[in-house]
């Protein structure tokens, strides 16, 4: 039976260091596991977030051996060290241990204005061949771990940039509203100017840390960019616009079609009024 | 350690929801268009709730594939899913709302997997006649549980993240008016007033050691409206999945869709047999194939062959597997196997299967478009638990209503796949639109008595305050083993007085653990506060388990092997009466004689006709 040292920062926002804990290693086990054995057995109070277990709800992401995994996807086997170092995720504030503020990505979810449909077939419902729908449904296998939002440089490293900067995780939503065959909004605009899609750099990070294999740079984000660059820039397409039969819902109309106001919650009114200003200014 | 109010921080609202999964999502959305103030408690972060792991499909007659398909065949099949022991009522509402529900997902931004003819494809799944569940590869849930925050963030909810409720108050005349809680990251309390409450907390696994349910699933709800005084029925009857993964150890219990028995695999045991065939029981005999070459040709023509019995009830697979495990018929690691890689191409595999592929691959090492599956049965769904009205969700305490896994009747004594995420949407609305009338219906202000927030706020504080008391980890692992051992898919009457015992015991022990750390996102404190709901739901489902004396839907009794008609008519009803734990026999609502009639003429294969 061979042993493990599991090397984890604790700490909360005032500071922190790391602790050294030895256990033996069990076959099978993912890193979760052994945090889980970490908590029933040498540090009760150590903190973690985790729901699911499978992979399928992104509540544990943390920095495993400096990678931004999910702790219940990443088999101890697969990592070559006999000391194993976990640390919270570096974009976000300290809560506690690995445990991180992630509110950012909810206030930055209600900048979004919603999908928002046009007219179904006579018979009340809508179609969609399936063809049409399979890049979207991509996206929509987004399970909000926020590892992408936690690898991204551009807030990881420049914590100002969160003002105005969405994220992976968001232009992947937005790119999913875009390709939606229903969606009638155009949301361009509000992407090049307040959402910083020009701030991206396409260095694919993202796509590297993504659980869920969702090809983010390559089939949300540069394709979302051309949209913005085209709509922007390009006269051609700009005259076609004019002259296209179909004319798609403004944001500001999208919010108004919306049965309310995209409004914050007690958590997050704080830093979304913050962005908001920040964002017109 | 007492409490006084000056440490606790109060919230108002029309309506209070109590959970954010499918259930309490759909409430909240339905409150909220209303124009009433409405907030959502999460235990986890919004969008992680345990909606998020179902798979499979959202069940509902939109006829799409099979257009013979009607409400009248999916309640019937609801109800002989259920060993006829569901509300009459909530089945047939389910099954009537279901196909609107679904659509107004669509409607809402839910991008279901197609039909050539650009509708939404519906799949095969155990206990209903035709393919009927609307789905996303197996991540249905995930695009249920997204669809519904984006429509709950655009109607501006207000989403109160990581808290744990602790209690329902009440006040001076007994109407539920407020909840208290506390926040995780800070482990500050927090008293929330409402005019009316919705609890829609899910189900109850975490009492079992094999689940498929995540560490949220302690019964939080049961346990606050069973201490509130409401009626809870049918607690006995808990479902074990069939499939969940065997190994490695550490994902025993990780849930395997019936998908994968919908979109073709076999169940196979150790000498390769299809043992599913040796298990049909009579009242499926009639629509269940007889030899391997109809079950294999019903997958692509329903009309000429009938159903696989790979796809019987889940009650029915899970005791089947159980008995070929006990012959020695078994797996290496005490399952049997799942085969789907000889049957369909890798490529449909990985196309409809995606993250079972992934989940297997990551995982246990295996690639199953190559190799068998290995599975067992898993702790999955609560069928009991809150009494309801079918109509307005409202529970026996006025101002307290319930929907979703937290709510009893719905299922009777077995779910069917696909019936949990119908049973969201369709009594999540309901419950909505319930307590808005109710809270609409209010004159004068709401008063929940202080002293019940504050005294539930100072026993939440007790573990700090003693010293060398146990650990409540250890608590929860032999309230697992326990659970495991003497409630499990097979009860007799001698396991279940144990259980009682070691119940009480665990009782006794949980009532003086320790706690060291402070109050800040203390997992450890997190874990005793949930401790108290486990232990109260795994009494119920012990207490209610020793007393139905037959083997019924996900109830069986090893020493009454066989359905009596008598508990057939009966709800076994728990309830709080003057301080005592009650457990009676109550008459099921009276089903009418024309959906009576449907029962009647069982032609396998033929369709109630429609004339709604």
């Known amino acids: 039976m061979t042993e493990v040292t599991m090397n984890i920062w604790r700490g909360d926002s005032s500071g922190g260091s790391f602790y050294e804990y030895k256990l033996e290693r069990v076959e099978g086990e993912v890193v979760l596991d052994v945090v889980h054995r970490i908590q029933a057995t040498l540090a009760p109070d150590l903190a973690c977030r985790w729901n699911c277990k499978a992979g399928k709800c992104g509540s544990c992401s943390a920095e495993i051996d400096g990678k931004p995994s999910l702790m219940c996807m990443t088999r101890m086997d697969t990592l070559p060290n006999d000391k194993i170092t976990i640390t919270p995720m570096k974009t976000f504030p300290i809560i506690r241990d690995l445990v991180t503020d992630v509110s950012f990505n909810y206030v930055m979810a209600r900048q979004i204005p919603p999908f928002t449909p046009g007219d179904p077939e006579p018979d009340g419902t809508y179609r969609m061949q399936q063809i049409d729908i399979d890049r979207a449904q991509e996206f929509h296998k987004c399970i909000e771990c926020f590892l992408c939002q936690d690898v991204c440089h551009v807030i990881r490293d420049h914590e100002v940039n969160k003002l105005y900067y969405a994220g992976p995780r968001f232009f992947v939503k937005l790119a999913s509203l875009d390709m939606h065959p229903l969606d009638t909004v155009d949301r361009r605009e509000l992407i090049r100017q307040h959402l910083g899609l020009g701030f991206c750099n396409i260095t694919k990070c993202c796509t590297e840390v993504c659980p869920e294999h969702i090809k983010i740079t390559d089939n949300a984000i540069i394709p979302l960019k051309e949209r913005v660059v085209d709509s922007s820039y390009d006269p051609i397409a700009w005259l076609g616009r004019k002259i296209r039969r179909k004319v798609k819902y403004t944001v500001e109309q999208a919010y108004a079609l919306a049965p309310a106001q995209v409004a914050p919650t007690a958590l997050d009114r704080v830093s979304a009024t913050a962005i908001d200003d920040e964002g017109k200014s | ?612």
């Open chain 2, 1 to 612: 350690m007492d409490v006084n109010t000056k440490d606790i921080s109060t919230q108002s609202f029309d309506v209070l929801v109590i959970g954010a999964g499918g259930a309490g999502l759909r409430a909240a959305i339905e409150s909220r268009s209303r124009g009433l103030g409405t907030a959502v408690i999460c235990k986890s972060l919004y969008g992680k709730a345990h909606t998020v792991m179902a798979e499979g499909g959202v069940a509902a007659a939109l006829g799409n594939v099979y257009s013979e398909d009607n409400w009248k065949v999916h309640f019937r099949d609801t109800v002989r899913g259920g060993k006829m022991l569901n509300n009459w009522r909530m089945a047939q509402l389910h099954a009537q709302e279901a196909p609107d529900r679904v659509l107004e997902l669509e409607a809402w931004g839910a991008l279901f997997d197609r039909t050539d003819d650009g509708r939404i494809l519906q799949r095969d799944f155990g206990g209903h006649r035709y393919a009927r569940l609307a789905h996303v590869g197996d991540r249905t849930g995930l695009e249920m549980i997204r669809t519904l925050q984006d429509k709950a963030t655009s109607v501006g909810i207000e989403v109160f993240m990581e808290h744990k409720i602790l209690r329902i108050l009440t006040d001076a005349n007994g109407n539920a008016c407020g909840a208290l809680g506390y926040t995780r990251p800070s482990g500050q309390f927090v008293l929330f007033k409402a005019k009316a409450i919705v609890l829609a907390t899910g189900g109850i696994g975490r009492s079992w050691k094999y689940t498929s349910n995540s560490w949220e699933s302690t019964g939080d709800g049961h346990a606050l409206a069973f201490s509130a005084g409401a009626d809870m029925i049918d607690m006995e009857c808990v479902q074990f999945h069939p499939t969940g993964m065997v190994w490695p150890l550490s994902v025993r219990g990780l849930l395997v869709t019936e998908g994968v028995r919908g979109d073709g695999g076999a169940l196979l045991n150790s000498e390769n047999q299809r043992f599913m065939f040796n298990y049909i029981p009579e009242m499926f005999r009639a629509e269940t194939a007889e030899t391997e070459e109809e079950a294999d040709r019903w997958y692509d023509d329903h009309a000429s062959a009938r159903r696989t019995p790979d796809l019987l009830p889940r009650d029915e697979v899970a005791r089947a597997i159980n008995a070929e495990v006990k012959a020695g018929r078994g797996s290496p690691h005490g399952g049997v196997f799942l085969d789907i890689a000889s049957r369909r191409t890798p490529e449909y595999i990985k196309r409809r299967l995606p993250s079972m592929y992934s989940q297997f691959l990551e995982l246990a090492g295996v690639d199953i478009t190559r190799e068998p599956m290995e599975v067992g049965p898993t702790c999955h769904y609560m069928m009991g638990g809150v009494r309801v009205d079918a109509d307005t969700a409202a529970t026996t305490v006025p101002g307290l209503f319930a929907a979703g896994e937290v709510a009893g009747g719905m299922h009777g004594a077995n779910r069917l796949g696909g019936n949990s995420l119908s049973d969201l949407i369709v009594f999540g609305r309901r419950a909505g639109i319930g307590a808005a009338d109710y809270a609409e219906g209010l004159t004068g202000t709401v008063e929940p008595e202080v002293s019940q927030a504050t005294e539930a706020a100072s026993e939440a504080l007790s573990p700090f305050s003693r010293e060398g008391g146990e650990s409540p980890y250890r608590i929860h692992a032999d309230l697992q083993e326990c659970m495991q051992t003497l409630v499990g898919i097979i009860r007799t009457e001698t396991e279940l007085i144990q259980a009682l015992d070691e119940i009480s015991k665990l009782k006794d022990r949980a009532s003086k653990v320790s706690v060291q750390g402070g109050r800040e996102y203390n997992p450890a404190w997190n874990l005793a506060t949930d401790l108290p709901s486990m232990l109260a739901v795994s009494e119920m489902v012990a207490r209610g388990a020793l007393d139905r004396k037959e083997s019924r839907g996900g109830h069986t009794r090893d020493d009454y092997p066989s359905p009596d008609p008598e508990f057939a008519k009966v709800n076994l009803v728990q309830r709080l009466q003057d301080g005592k734990h009650t457990v009676q026999p109550e008459p099921l609502p009276e089903m009418p004689d024309e959906l009576k009639a449907l029962f009647e003429d069982d032609h396998a294969g033929q369709a109630p006709k429609e004339d709604h």
